[in-house]
């Protein structure tokens, strides 16, 4: 996901919005798909190690120069430092000698759509990479200049291993321009005298979230998969000897999750031993349950593939909870007649009750009513031919693995975001809490403010999450204390790591008086950029005004430009869809349903973060973040669904390979052309007069799919559906849809 804050949404998104509703739609198009996809804007002129092509030559070089334009290092060093009003010639001199050596090849101004901070013109450089934020001249260590390289490898010049050392070019460029202008980076970003509250983090906040509101009760292994990093997959029941997972083979998901792409996460057999101790061992409660939450790949996987098993080989298992095709399936060994060492017959769904989307599936077993299968918080209905039955032939010498079979020949290939098991089987009523509570954490952020507003015990009280791997969501600030009697508060920012973000600065025109005990500021949220990640970014706000205290907040890096527009008194002729709108049209053009699990998920979690009302004006950033966000699972899950992929798509004989590697699948225009049409002619209509012509947003679409297929042309099946996954989303949350 393109970090937020980068140059190109400020600069584009002030562009389009002067360019009319065509132009909206594309630039739309292009952010959504660059944002969710990490699209490489580079042209072809750019050579391998990102510096100027040859024929750049309306550049002058900033080394060649006299005077002031010597860089760094030269006989001018020894100059007093130039004035602060002096900046565009410290700049020259510094971070535009290198951008210029090392940049100007994608960001000399030839394409609109990557900042032209390496422009051949040095005012026009300047303009952009101040006020694009590509510069911290509070931490030039934060700026984005020197991150791109160190966090994305974004075209190390001196090769993919030495992107540090490229950082630390691009940083110390930075410092010596602070040092031409007289000033010293801060320690920190927030001045000691700016109101601000304390500092919290994560860690020190109440959690809110699904497990707090979980059953908690003979929970015996536990895994929410928010490690992110490493091999190990840590169980959080606090049951002892902790469950702990190894894994191959799979991948961390952004913010929380697991994919399984082709391995496993085991347990040794010794700290497996806890669930044959605690559900069949002697003092076992003779009772158990398997739940997850998870998104299986396909509809194919069989063998039944291995979810969670608890298993020693192909035909020796406890317990299983698996996949056969569309179904999901249970096997549980037990001494009832008929039962084999393999946990056999399955009990199994109907119906075709496996989607490729997100689901809650939970197994139970006790021994007066045997086993029952639940599906988002419903009994499923069928019935165990199984029947009761005793444990008393479950063997301690098998491991607990997840996704995959102990001997590594039952693979399942999925998403999967919780796994529990319990020593009791849970009831309806439990399932179903379960269930509502879902599985993301959330918690709440507490800042004391007692030493501004000068009443002990006051705070400001803030939800927060992640909404994924790059970013946070912060919703429904509101004060906590003694009655204060009409309290100001004004001008509330976040500050993440003593640094105010520039973008999702939302509750920054909150100016309210508070006058009770608990009083909500403002009920919206807004989506901000992770900066070090969950365990480690600290949180402090930082205010305006305080009851009659008052202070400059420090500017953000960038703060978003103002639209071009006429500066008379204009009435706009367009509004923006507000979040119901938005969540109804999405669904209507899609197919899928909005009580979707997955859809309503993101839905319910962002829907603050959405437009509120319909005055394009108030339009943030931010909410573009969220609308490509609720576009994402609804494209997935149009094209996960074979039904509505073929409602949407067409069928034969002019159907779409969503089976066929990416060679094949866009082997042709034509082929291609099957998913950019039915785009264009279901999503966004053709021939109005607000609108894109067709061959306007055709040759965007395609454009955008041809670069996804030059980033892995061998693909396989998996990455056709995510190309297409890809245009839809940037078409479902361009311009051409949210703004009416």
């Known amino acids: 996901m393109q970090t937020v804050g980068s140059g190109c949404l400020c600069k584009s998104y002030d562009a389009a919005w002067a360019r009319g509703a065509r132009h909206r739609f594309i630039f739309v198009l292009m952010l959504a798909l660059a944002g969710t996809l990490s699209l490489s804007a ?28 010597q860089p760094p290092g030269s006989s001018t060093d020894n100059q007093p430092p130039v004035s602060q009003t002096d900046d565009q010639t410290a700049f020259k001199t510094t971070v535009y000698v290198e951008v210029i050596d090392y940049c100007a090849g994608c960001h000399d101004g030839r394409s609109s759509s990557v900042p032209a901070f390496a422009h051949p013109d040095v005012a026009v450089a300047y303009d952009v990479i101040t006020k694009k934020g590509l510069v911290d001249l509070q931490n030039p260590a934060k ?29 110390k460029a930075v410092e010596t321009w602070l040092a031409l202008v007289g000033k010293s980076p801060a320690a920190n970003g927030i001045d000691a005298q700016t109101l601000r509250s304390s500092a919290t983090t994560f860690a020190a906040s109440a959690n809110t979230g699904a497990l707090q509101k979980r059953v908690s009760t003979a929970v015996i292994a536990l895994y929410t998969f928010r490690e992110g990093n490493g091999t190990t997959v840590h169980d959080l029941s606090g049951v002892a000897p902790a469950l702990d997972l190894t894994m191959t083979g799979m991948e961390w998901l952004g913010g929380q999750g697991l994919k399984n792409v082709s391995g496993k996460a085991e347990a040794t057999v010794e700290a ?14 003779g009772n158990y349950t398997i739940e997850a939450w998870l998104v299986a790949d396909n509809t194919t996987q069989s063998g039944p593939a291995r979810a969670v098993t608890y298993s020693i080989d192909v035909a020796n298992r406890n317990f299983m909870l698996g996949q056969t095709a569309a179904e999901w399936a249970f096997r549980n060994r037990s001494l009832a007649t008929g039962i084999g060492a393999n946990g056999t017959p399955n009990l199994t769904t109907t119906g075709s009750a496996l989607k490729t989307e997100l689901q809650h599936v939970v197994m139970t077993f006790d021994q007066v009513n045997g086993r029952k299968i639940f599906l988002n918080g419903v009994d499923s209905g069928v019935t165990d031919v199984q029947g ?4 008393g032939n479950w063997d301690s010498g ?44 959330r918690v709440v952020l507490t800042f004391d403010i007692s030493n501004v507003s000068g009443i002990a015990g006051s705070s400001i009280q803030i939800e927060a999450g992640e909404i994924d791997k790059a970013g946070y969501l912060f919703a429904n600030p509101t004060y906590i204390g003694a009655k204060p009697g009409g309290l100001r508060i004004k001008g509330l920012q976040i500050a993440i790591n003593d640094s105010l973000p520039a973008v999702g600065q939302a509750f920054r025109n909150i100016d309210v008086n508070v006058d009770a005990t608990e009083q909500l500021l403002v009920n919206i949220g807004t989506v901000m950029a992770k900066d070090q990640g969950r365990d480690a970014d600290t949180f402090m706000l930082v205010f305006e005004a305080v ?31 507000t979040f119901d709108q938005i969540n109804d049209t999405m669904s209507a053009l899609t197919g899928v349903a909005s009580a979707t699990t997955a859809v309503a998920s993101v839905f319910n979690q962002i829907k603050q973060s959405l437009p509120g009302a ?30 509505l992929r073929a409602a949407f798509f067409g069928t034969a004989p002019a159907v779409f390979e969503f089976g066929s590697a990416v060679s094949a699948a866009f082997g042709t225009q034509e082929k291609q052309d099957r998913i950019s049409n039915a785009l264009i002619d279901k999503m966004i209509g053709i021939n109005l007069s607000s609108q894109p012509s067709q061959a306007e947003a055709n040759g965007a679409i395609n454009a955008l799919i041809n670069d996804l297929i030059a980033a892995n042309p061998a693909g396989d099946a998996t990455r056709t559906r995510a190309i297409v996954k890809g245009a839809c989303t940037a078409v479902l949350s361009s311009a051409a849809l949210m703004v009416q």
Request: hydrophobic share 35%; glycine share 10%.
């Open 398 to 441: 098998y491991s607990f693995v997840i996704g995959n079979e102990k001997t590594s020949t039952r693979l399942w290939k999925g998403d999967l975001y919780l796994v529990a098991v319990y020593n009791k089987a849970l009831n309806a009523a439990e399932v179903r809490q379960n269930f509502d509570a879902g599985f993301k954490d």
């Open 143 to 171: 700026s984005r200049i020197a991150l791109k390289l160190i966090q994305e490898k974004h075209n190390c010049w001196s090769g993919s291993g030495q992107c540090a050392s490229d950082a630390m070019v691009m940083q």
């Open 42 to 69: 580079c042209d072809g002129s750019t050579q391998a190690n990102g510096k100027a092509g040859a024929g750049d030559g309306t550049i002058t070089h900033p080394r060649q120069g006299t005077g002031d334009d």
């Open 614 to 643: 319909s005055n394009i004006m108030s339009f943030l950033p931010a909410q573009q973040i969220g609308i490509t966000k609720l576009a994402t699972e609804y494209c997935n899950a149009l094209t996960d669904s074979s039904a």
């Open 272 to 285: 497996s031993s806890k669930l044959f101790d605690m559900i069949a061992g002697a003092n076992g409660s």
């Open 388 to 391: 009761p039955g005793v444990l």
């Open 547 to 577: 009851g009659d205290k008052t202070n400059t907040v420090p500017e953000p890096d960038a703060a978003p430009l103002a639209m071009v527009m006429d500066q008379r008194a204009v009435i706009p002729i367009s509004g923006i869809r």
